[in-house]
C-alpha cells in the first residue's frame, strides 16, 4: 500500500517517510479563482482504492 500526492507546488515529505494526523504534506498552488487543492491518492497493488475506509470518519 502506498500514498500519492499531486497537483502540489512543494512536496513536504520524501517517500517512506511515515506522515501524522494534522502533519502538512505539500504546499498547494492556487488557480485563478484562488481555489487550492492537493491530490491525494491510497494504492494497493499499483491501484487506485477509496481512501475513506482508511480514514477516521467525521463527526
Known amino acids: 500500500m502506498l500514498t500519492a500526492y499531486g497537483n502540489n507546488r512543494t512536496l513536504l515529505v ?3 517517510t511515515p506522515v501524522k494526523k494534522g502533519q502538512a504534506i505539500a504546499e498547494a498552488p492556487a488557480d485563478a479563482a484562488g481555489d487550492a487543492f492537493i491530490r ?3 494504492r494497493e497493488d499499483g491501484k487506485a482504492v477509496d481512501p ?3 480514514l477516521p470518519r467525521r463527526h
Open 52 to 54: 475513506l475506509i482508511y
Open 40 to 42: 491525494f491518492e491510497v
Open 14 to 16: 520524501k517517500e517512506g
